[in-house]
């Protein structure tokens, strides 16, 4: 349906144009008309056209004035004028106002109608395009909280990739690399810091997901809201800057304490907000931490973890910032980058406290210490009570910084080292031992299971690290060693067919047959005797 209203003193014109109209459109327009310039906006106001048919000279407000005002409270409207003055002065205007035809009168009823299909075309284009993004809307109203819970329980749970984490702030159009969290805790009361009745506020908290998340974007426009776990819920919301100034810092907590009593009144839940420091988004765990710790130690309804003392604070020339980014390069197995951390965070410490080589080796001590702590989460070693045994006598008999740095370098370097190919080196001791086992048992009824269980890992997991390493499948490879020992048997021995098939793992001469001759092209037999078969006689 389209909504057309017509504008002309004369009538014999609107009822050619309403005739004009039905005839060629029938019911897919609706019709108003106006014959003065004042009664044609008032109709426009309540009427609200799809397309104005306008005459430029009306009585009392004329066409061009009548449609700034029709604009000025209909944008999409499409004016088609027609006037009985071909004036430039009249045409300059109505291009402002983005008229679509200018026709003169007498009127060729084409025109009319050319214009009016040109019209609802442009209607029709606008109406799809309006549908195409409610849709797309429709569909990011339910995939962009997927989304947002999937970067939280990531960033939480620290089951990621630095790609995955980019992927999701692209996705979520972040910007920032830093951020602070905030945990929403609920209950049915609050008791001192505790909040009771967890798991039947958290029932009541799934069945009000939507108004607790509507009520989170509206205070934080720009948060990333997780999904809820049990009576808690992180939000994060990324920030501009390392460092939230003291004003700020009230403001958000006011804020939260109004978000906590809409959030009451709307649920009839009640609310904790805690709210961390800010830190880059790959400390976003350690955030969450603290503001859960915040509302430990409080009985309000809402804490920020920089009113407590919380947390552990570094005098002003410790360079934390290497600290971190040294056992985040460790724990990724990124070795040269560890190592020059390690060298630069060295050279700063040292550039403070050169004189206080005791301190320094302590320091070099530690950090080495739980970079190996870090190698031996990471998998693929053994720990060995003894194994450092020498690394104090070391530390303590050496005296100058520039053999402790290469000291500490050196056992970065292997801590990282060990933590990106330790797992790898393990993979490749399993797919071996599997091997060696397929080579001592190839003549058994051997499967996937005997070996898995042999090299004590899950069928899934061997099938997927043996094919990686080796670049065949378990089967494939079993065959082919199968097939290769009865070719040197059939070679070198004058056992039968059928001997030789029981002999490499075959209980069926005649799947033997088939498999060998799936693999070699010719049949046991035919290879035996040095005989192509036919069809290899046709091939050549």
């Known amino acids: 349906m389209y909504k057309i209203m017509l504008a002309d003193d004369e009538g014999i014109v609107i009822d050619s144009l309403k005739f004009i109209i039905e005839k060629e459109f029938g019911d897919e327009c609706q019709i108003e008309y106006a014959k003065t310039g004042r009664s044609v906006i008032e109709l426009a106001e309540n009427y609200r056209p799809d397309i104005a048919i306008m005459d430029i000279q009306m009585p009392g407000i004329n066409g061009i004035d009548a449609m700034k005002e029709i604009r000025a409270n209909n944008k999409n409207v499409i004016f088609i004028v027609m006037s009985a003055y071909d004036k430039f002065d009249y045409a300059k205007e109505a291009i402002k106002l983005g008229v679509m035809e200018y026709i003169t009168k007498p009127m060729e009823k084409s025109k009319i109608i050319a214009a009016l299909q040109k019209a609802m075309g442009k209607i029709d284009k606008e109406r799809m395009k309006r549908s195409n993004d409610l849709l797309i809307r429709e569909k990011l109203e339910t995939v962009v909280p997927i989304i947002e819970s999937g970067l939280i329980y990531n960033m939480l749970f620290q089951e990621h990739f630095t790609e995955d984490i980019d992927n999701y702030k692209n996705l979520l159009g972040i910007t920032q690399n830093q951020a602070y969290m905030l945990a929403v805790v609920c209950g049915d009361d609050q008791e001192g810091s505790h909040m009771t009745n967890a798991v039947g506020s958290s029932v009541k908290m799934q069945q009000h997901d939507k108004v607790v998340r509507e009520c989170m974007k509206e205070y934080y426009p720009n948060c990333v809201v997780g999904s809820t776990m049990g009576n808690k819920l992180a939000v994060m919301i990324p920030y501009d800057g390392d460092k939230m100034e003291y004003n700020e810092r009230i403001a958000i907590i006011e804020k939260s304490r109004e978000l906590v009593r809409v959030l009451r009144r709307k649920t009839d839940i009640s609310f904790r907000v805690g709210i961390s420091s800010v830190k880059t988004l790959e400390e976003a765990r350690d955030s969450y931490k603290e503001a859960l710790n915040a509302l430990t130690m409080t009985t309000g309804s809402v804490a920020h973890v920089d009113d407590l003392p919380i947390g552990c604070q570094y005098e002003a020339d410790y360079p934390i910032h290497l600290e971190k980014?040294?056992?985040?390069?460790?724990?990724?197995?990124?070795t040269d980058h560890a190592i020059a951390t390690a060298e630069t965070y060295f050279d700063l410490v040292a550039a403070n406290y050169a004189d206080d080589l005791m301190n320094m080796r302590l320091k070099v001590l530690e950090f080495a210490l739980f970079a190996e702590h870090l190698a031996y989460e990471s998998g693929g070693m053994t720990y060995e009570f003894r194994a450092r045994e020498d690394y104090l006598p070391a530390i303590m008999a050496i005296s100058d910084l520039d053999t402790l740095k290469k000291w500490f370098g050196d056992k970065i370097g292997t801590a990282t080292h060990n933590v990106s190919c330790k797992a790898t080196e393990k993979s490749m001791s399993v797919v071996e031992t599997a091997k060696e086992y397929i080579q001592n048992n190839?003549?058994?009824?051997?499967?996937?299971?005997?070996?898995?269980?042999?090299?004590?890992?899950?069928?899934?997991?061997?099938?997927?690290?043996?094919?990686?390493?080796?670049?065949?499948?378990?089967?494939?490879?079993?065959?082919?060693i199968r097939i290769e020992k009865a070719k040197e048997l059939l070679n070198t021995t004058e056992y039968s067919i059928k001997e030789i098939c029981s002999m490499v793992g075959y209980a069926d001469p005649n799947y033997f047959s088939r498999s060998f001759k799936k693999n070699v092209g010719v049949t046991p037999t035919e290879y035996k005797d040095g005989k192509p078969s036919a069809e290899r006689v046709e091939d050549i």
Do not use: C, H, Q
Request: proline residues 2%; glycine residues 8%.
């Open 442 to 480: 190839y003549s058994k009824d051997i499967s996937l299971d005997d070996v898995s269980r042999t090299v004590n890992i899950s069928p899934y997991y061997f099938s997927k690290i043996f094919k990686e390493e080796t670049g065949e499948g378990f089967v494939e490879y079993l065959t082919g």
């Open 325 to 334: 980014r040294l056992f985040a390069e460790v724990k990724n197995g990124e």
